[in-house]
């Protein structure tokens, strides 16, 4: 008996995963179209998933996801990396056709406009939200100033959501556009608790975190939502006891998450 078979047997076994992992990237690169959004001489790449059967006839929902400090760059790709799964799964798609919008924040830039001192742990941030948006916010919402002008955009159920940075950026937004957006969701995040005066009565938000974060503090989302009751809103607030920064991965698979998304709208 030779184990030439059985070698080539395990080989399979072990590859097949990073191949069907390739494979399944392949498909959200071919589904996610690229674009650039150009304004002077500064661009922002993002990634654009459209409906199923898509047509400028009818109109959609938009969601912008923010992703984390970790997907920075310029390959247009990484910023897929966390989230763009739930908005490609077949009952989603079915379920919620909607146009997602997945930025990608450049290496050297920031969604949040904010000071961050790395020589803590958990990292002590500084938000600074008085001042000019960094450029990579601002690219991002002269792009979605953009999007609401199409004719084939649900003006009234535009959402925001993001993580770990995404999250902060997700809390500035609001604080920057709250006419925009019917709901937002801000996962392991952040921000300056004085902004929610902007948006807290009329903008629903759930908010996501690791109560074991040692990287973004668990106290900051506390701190928003606490901030956003005080001031009159009823924010939906979701705290994991096991997770640590990651509390994405909990988050988006949460059963509810998307009804509750799109249950939400603006009066016009």
């Not at 990237?25 to 990634?47: A, G, M, P, W």
């Not at 009952?91 to 803590?120: G, H, M």
């Not at 809390?171 to 948006?199: N, Q, T």
């Amino acid at each position: 008996m030779t184990l030439k078979p059985y070698i080539i047997t395990l080989c399979l076994v072990m590859i097949m995963p990073f191949v069907l992992n390739a494979q399944q990237l392949q498909k959200t690169e071919d589904l996610f179209l690229s674009k650039t959004h150009i304004v002077n001489t500064d661009t922002l790449q993002y990634r654009m998933l459209l409906p199923k059967g898509f047509s400028e006839d009818k109109s959609y929902p938009v969601v912008l996801a923010l992703h984390g400090a970790g997907e920075r760059g310029n390959d247009n790709k990484k910023q897929l990396v966390n989230g763009s799964d739930l908005f490609l799964k077949e009952s989603t798609r079915n379920t919620f056709p909607a146009i997602v919008i997945f930025p990608q924040c450049p290496e050297n830039d920031y969604w949040a406009k904010l000071e961050a001192d790395r020589s803590t742990q958990p990292i002590t941030f500084n938000y600074k939200y008085k001042e000019t948006p960094t450029k990579a916010m601002a690219l991002v919402m002269d792009l979605m100033d953009n999007i609401v002008e199409k004719p084939y955009v649900k003006i009234n159920q535009v959402y925001v959501m993001g993580l770990s940075m995404g999250g902060m950026g997700t809390f500035e937004i609001l604080y920057r556009k709250p006419d925009v957006f019917a709901a937002a969701i801000p996962i392991c995040g952040g921000g300056h608790p004085k902004s929610v005066m902007a948006y807290a009565k009329s903008i629903p938000l759930w908010v996501f975190h690791g109560a074991k974060d040692d990287v973004v503090d668990p106290n900051l989302s506390i701190n928003m939502v606490s901030a956003i009751l005080n001031n009159g809103g009823s924010p939906r607030f979701t705290l994991y006891d096991f997770a640590n920064h990651n509390s994405w991965d909990a988050a988006f698979a949460e059963p509810e998450l998307l009804t509750w998304l799109f249950s939400k709208s603006n009066k016009i």
